[in-house]
């Protein structure tokens, strides 16, 4: 049981670049969620999904799109990727909430820079 | 608004000593509260539910409703504490987790 994984673990772009992050899950989990982690700031939440064709925006939605066309992946685009969007992507996902097992289960990461 | 509040960026403590990360939140519904640990460069790992009551790595947190808390407590340090932990929030209605800007803990010799 792999849980989630991202990939890939380092990238560098450069300004202007486009790119997509990757993420699947084998938990059949119908939620998932991205969010970048930076220094002092915790994660913030960019998009999230309940399940396969619904997607929503999170608290830093801008400069980024997602799709969810399948219950297991969840991938991430940068659209024309900026020096700000250097960070630590994670991508999550859970069970529904009152379920005994209810919890995230996180990937193990991105490492973003953009140059 | 939904918010998580980790008063502290650092806790430093000696080996032995009582740890205790404070987390208070703002929520209408009915939370669920979770830590979560990063060691470093590591994935989050789940630390505790509020809903499970468990003790696991000797860390306990109790939510209290009247004050809005959730603190995470151990008794007595261990080096291999420390990390990053974040508490976060997560909404009735939804299924999103709110996170605290999390306490870096240093266990010191």
Redesign the interface.
Known sequence: NAGVTQTPKFQVLKTGQSMTLQCAQDMNHEYMSWYRQDPGMGLRLIHYSVGAGITDQGEVPNGYNVSRSTTEDFPLRLLSAAPSQTSVYFCASSSRPGDRDYGYTFGSGTRLTVV | AQRVT?PE?LLSVFKGAPVELKCNYSYSGSP?L?W?VQYSR?????LL?H?SRESIKGFTADLNKGETSFHLKKPFAQEEDSAMY?C?L???S?????????TRLLVRP
Do not use: P, V
């Open positions: 980790q960026k669920e979770f979560y590591q994935r989050l790992q789940l539910r809903i974040y976060a997560g909404e009735d939804s299924y999103k987790l709110i996170f605290g800007s999390g």
